[in-house]
């Protein structure tokens, strides 16, 4: 597929989702299925800010989970879309590209399969938004465990390296309200698998001795049981935001987030995603 002309359309918004062959025009009276939506990505075209404030306020409040790919319009035109430009941060974009061939589906769809280079700072800083991370203590922990794994594989190692005592490091996640540490370890780990499966077509059992499992099919059980998806659907469903939206939905049905403390972590339709 060639360049996109999305001006033609009556929207400027588009929904990416498997088998991200092509991309489906939407407004903003489009809601997904589920949340998480497995897979799903929006893009946005920028041009005419007049006329795009709508969008703007619908993409600032979308379901979480739905990573945001923003396109800027060619450069003979990029003066009239100036009065966005500076807010753009705010609707926490996964990639702001210039006009062209590199927003042609297959181009998105790659850019949606790359795993954020600095893991452990761009999964934290998720959370964070997601009002889940409140304390700098917390955030602290948290990009630790991201950081750790997969070489840190049991909560006396982690402890060790935090410098805690392991009753120390859970009674913290416990009083901020979050799942246990153990909890975050398995899933860091299961989310580094993750982001490793989409890049890369090794046999499972193959990318599991590497993480540290002893075979593909605990991998498979382990991952099901944290998120409810296996690696058959990560490699189907691109991306890593709708994953993590998936263990925080698990964890909060399971009584691991205190939902009196984060009543932001299950979305509905009828509240803003914002609304922490």
Known sequence: MGDLTPTRAPTRMALLRHPYEDIEFIDTSWTPDEVPAPGHAI??????PDHQEREFQWLYERPPGLPLLIVLPPAREIRKVFPLLSSL??????????????AAPNRLRDLLASPPRRFADAVSAYLVRRGLLRTEDIRRHVRAILDAVPS?????GLAARLHASRRTLGRRFADAGLPVPSHWLQFARVLHVAMRLQIDKSPLGRIAAQYGYPDAFTLSNQM???????????????????????WIKREAQRGGID???HRCALWSPNRQARDV
């Open 43 to 48: 893009a946005w075209w920028l041009t005419d």
């Open 89 to 102: 941060t705010v609707l926490d974009p996964r990639a702001i590209l210039p006009a062209g061939r590199l």
């Open 152 to 156: 840190v594989r049991t909560v006396a």
């Open 224 to 246: 099901k049981r944290l998120t409810d998806y296996r690696p058959s659907d990560v490699r189907r469903w691109l991306g890593w935001e709708w994953l993590v939206e998936a």
């Open 259 to 261: 939902l009196q403390l």
